[in-house]
């Protein structure tokens, strides 16, 4: 599944763009939900929005498919203004909203037919179109249900379909695994990769290995503005790129000793606590570009007899660099 992941240069170099977001920002009253944000979508491109709650990622979105402006900043679709002819291209748009909320009243296709009749399906094309959606979301067996009386997993594939009723060229999905099993999540997760090879997705999530699988690209938000944004390789790389060094000493008492020699070697930036247990405690430290203090740690630590347990180098998990980036923010735990 993670190998999945596409590396077509196609998409990074030749592919024209398909969302352009620029510079936008967006205040309810004093909270600044956006601050300043740019970023660009190519087409055939899946994009992941990645943040802790209460980022931006659905005030993000919601601009994106048009429900409301930002306060400053544009975006653009296809090189047209979203905000100069909303209609017209909100039409390009498919959108699974964070809380989906359905006719619940209707069977499953009763509300599809519904739906493409709004998004002007041509009247000949529809029942084929519906036919086709209802299969590919795994909603066949179900189509005659009320969607009041499916589970929410279902609820959600209905909400997918829904989205990609009137084969929008852009498909934005808030949260589109949340509230699923782990089965549908690996089904939903292989159906999004799928249409992404049709179609410029974005999506949004808090699960990190989500973003591995699916997207081909992330933006990590945090506080309202974008902190990293790559490949996921990208970012592994670029922090790999500053050496983190794990440290772990046999002697407790030890701790405040050992983060003020740690602290005074050269090409350290930064010492965190890792861990603390009663009979060892470990350290991270930043090292700056091109510097690999491990050499001076063993010696220093020798010499003031702090016994070692381990030294290592080690590569950041994506998970890492997210609470890296997103931590790191807010400088918790930090000693220098
Ligand atoms: N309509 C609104 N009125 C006032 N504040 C809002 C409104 N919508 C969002 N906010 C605030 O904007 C910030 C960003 O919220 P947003 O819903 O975009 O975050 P999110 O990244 O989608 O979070 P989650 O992962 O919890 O869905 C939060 O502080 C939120 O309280
Ligand atoms: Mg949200």
């Known amino acids: 599944m993670v190998d999945e992941r596409r590396t077509d240069e196609a998409i990074e170099a030749e592919a024209p763009i398909m969302v352009q977001v620029q510079n936008i920002s967006k205040d309810f009253g004093s909270v600044h939900a956006l601050d300043h944000v740019s970023f660009q979508i190519r087409q055939g491109e899946i994009l992941g929005l990645l943040g802790p709650n209460g980022a931006g990622k659905t005030t993000a979105m919601r601009i994106l498919t048009g429900y409301f402006p930002p306060s400053r900043g544009d975006v653009w679709l296809k090189g047209e203004r979203l905000f100069a002819n909303p209609n017209v291209v909100k039409r390009m748009i498919g959108y699974l909203p964070e809380e989906v909320s359905l006719y619940s009243d209707m069977k499953v296709r009763e509300y599809l037919g519904f739906v493409a009749e709004i998004k002007k399906v041509s009247r000949r094309r529809r029942k084929p179109h519906i036919d086709d959606y209802l299969t590919r979301c795994g909603l066949w067996d179900v189509k005659n249900r009320l969607i009041n009386q499916l589970s929410k997993g279902f609820r959600q594939r209905v909400g997918l379909a829904q989205a990609l009723i009137g084969d929008p060229e852009v498909l934005v999905l808030d949260e589109p695994t949340s509230g699923l099993d782990p089965k549908q999540i690996i089904e939903i997760r292989s159906l999004i990769r799928e249409l992404g090879k049709e179609r410029t997705v974005v999506l949004s999530t808090h699960i990190l290995p989500e973003v591995n699988m699916v997207c081909d690209r992330v933006l990590i938000i945090n506080e309202g503005r974008v902190v990293a944004s790559g490949t996921t390789d990208e970012l592994e790389a670029g922090l790999k790129d500053r050496h983190e060094i794990f440290v772990t000493i046999g002697d407790r008492k030890m701790k405040d ?80």
């Open 257 to 336: 000793k050992a983060v003020e020699l740690l602290a005074s070697i050269s090409g350290v930036e930064r010492v965190r606590l890792v861990e603390e247990k009663v009979d060892q405690v470990s350290f991270a430290l930043s090292a700056t570009h091109g510097a690999d203090p491990r050499s001076s740690v063993s010696r220093i630590f020798v010499e003031h007899q702090i016994p070692i347990l381990e030294i290592r180098a080690g590569r950041l998990s994506l998970e890492e660099i997210f609470m890296k980036i997103v931590v790191s923010e807010k400088d918790s735990q930090n000693y220098l």
